[in-house]
């Protein structure tokens, strides 16, 4: 006998394994903490007959993953929660068609909102869609349930969703690792316009099919092994899934337990034999009362969110609390550690030697409204530079600065997004600001990468995720081809001529792209410089240079002082020092 293979993989890891074991020879997505590591972990396999791609946004890459499915292939979809919002349309319709090879959109919530500026609940969207939905508890259950949601969508023609959130995904676990299988099936498109092609008249059958398909997976999620009862004490039974399972295993190790790996379709019938088998039932989901609110529609007595709360990620110490609230006991001292009375402030801030926080100086001149974006420039809403005023959602830097323009907002507004969220969701806002005669200023703050979820490429680099180069697109360029005339390409470093052009394109009737390029310097370290260093004996301490809110500046008593070991000699600080007091370390004064 062999001998079995372990290795201790993150969630993300363990999902990536899982795909690769199962054969998956088509990957796409879009980064988005937490499910980013899991094609960066799948496209390190290097295998031959793999392709994975980072996408422009979520819509893409299940629209590409859903053309690589019909063929026959194995296909692995990625996204963040909110994502699953942008590719909707395409989701929406492929539960109407189907698939042919296996295909899953494995989607990472974010209870907590660890990185994400909201929650969901992504076990919503399933039932939505009508599709199965399927919850890992770690990353052993991750690979598992990857490996087993290709062979559920390929049973039963449907895609499948993999529901992980921030602790399974970023958690590791002891994983038994095993030989990649290719399917069987052979690559090649079939013609059926019937089953892929949803005009009116086809679509109608298909809508009887979907209902039939949902109820057949329904008989599969009430006697396959995914969901299981776990028999114990059978004073209280608890029904949960995911993460919340082991937590429950942990406060209250003498309960009985249905563990629901498929979180829909319901299982009715373990509902029901489960809740007749135990004296009372307890319902323990993260976020939403998802299961809760149709265990009691089938008239089943059962206590939840009375005791749970629908916000935020749980933890045993929660859980802990919970238990003691409807035990009727006084809760467990959880109180958190109190902090040290002399730590200093470390609010979130942008990066030293970062290059937004040039333009960000620069809007700091000016009484306009700027609406931002998802993004790490999301940033520049917190003091001293305090130059974002609203956020709402992938590419709503653009769309919302053209809704107050037409407002008619008196004050001028200028919309900013990145150069990854530009190629995401931005474009057709630009394309609607010309079309529509807008007078906004539109800033790309171009820094080379997606940096928020960790360097990752897109259109603009001129790198694939597999590391091949590539067509490296001109957001110049696309920006003309939308029909903006007033382009401008700048060096978001440069303050003043930045003030100068900003100052003279709010006097424009028409609207402005202005691309602010400039590497981010954690992504491309050649542009790091001799550090910057503050004339201590000459300083009068105006605070120009600690307006930046550069984590690199401090003060040393009354005068401020530049970090060495943090500054990457991005020269911001030297431009707004009005006594030209900072120079290179070791400059002649």
Known sequence: MSELKQDLLSGNDAYARGAWEAGVTVAAGYPGTPSTEILEALAAYKQQDLHCEWSPNEKVALEVGAGAALTGARVLVTMKHVGLNVAADPFMTLA???????????VADDPGMHSSQNEQDTRHFARFGKVPILEP????????MMKR????????????????????????GLVDLEDRQLPETKIGFQKNPRQFVPVPAFARQMRVDLEKRLHDIKDFAETDSINRIEYNDKSLGIITSSTSYLYVKEVWPEASVLKLGMAYPFADKLFKEFSENVDNVLVIEELDDFYEEHIKALGIKCDGKNFVPNIG?????????????????????????EEAADLPMRPPTLCPGCPHRGMFTALRYFDCIVTGDIGCYALGVAPPLSRIDTILCMGGGFTMAHGMDRSPEPKKVVGILGDSTFFHSGITGLCNIAYNKGTSIIIVLDNRTTAMTGHQDHPGTGKTLMGDPTQTLSIEKIGEACGIKRIFSVDPRDIDSNVQLLKQEFEVDEPTLIVAKYPCVLNDKSVWETPREIDQDLCVSCGNCVQLGCPAIEYNGEIPKIEPLMCTGCSLCENVCELDLINAQGTEK
């Open 96 to 106: 109407y068609t189907g698939c042919v090879g296996g295909i899953v959109i494995l």
């Open 137 to 144: 508890s770690d990353a052993t259950e991750a690979k598992d």
């Open 149 to 172: 949601g290709f062979e559920i969508s390929e049973q039963f023609k449907t895609p499948v969703i993999v529901r992980s959130t921030t602790r399974v995904s970023h958690s590791r």
């Open 313 to 337: 990620e749980f933890t045993q110490s929660k859980l802990a609390v919970i238990r003691a609230k409807y035990e009727g006991k006084e809760a467990p001292n959880l109180s958190p550690v």
